[in-house]
């Protein structure tokens, strides 16, 4: 019963491992997808089709939408990548005005 009770715990640590893991993965490459034109003043995101004015807050919808269409994530993993990916990218457009 031990074992069995071990094998499950060890099973569910190594699915949420590589579901963490899948998550960072997704998060890099919306990271890498997104293209921020300092010449411009515009970011192009991966999950919106306009560039877009540093300032401007895009939807958190669209962004939603788009990792469920393309990740099949759901909303509390939408969330997690959303507030990483925001501040990735706030980091590297600081130099935007």
Same mark, same amino acid.
């Given at each position: 019963m031990k074992r069995i009770i071990r !094998? @499950?715990?060890?099973?569910?640590?190594?699915?949420? @491992?590589?579901r963490e893991d899948y998550l960072n993965k997704i998060l890099e490459y919306l990271v890498d997808d997104t293209i921020i034109d300092f010449d411009e003043n515009q970011i192009r995101f991966p999950f919106y089709s306009f560039p877009s004015h540093p300032l401007l807050f895009l939807p958190f919808s669209v962004f939603s939408e788009y990792c469920k269409d393309n990740y099949g994530l759901t909303d509390e993993e939408i969330d997690y990548v959303w *507030? *990483?990916?925001? =501040? @990735? =990218?706030? *980091? !590297?457009?600081?130099?935007l005005t």
């Open positions: !094998k @499950i715990l060890t099973e569910e640590v190594d699915n949420r @491992i590589s *507030e *990483e990916y925001r =501040i @990735i =990218i706030n *980091e !590297k457009s600081d130099r």
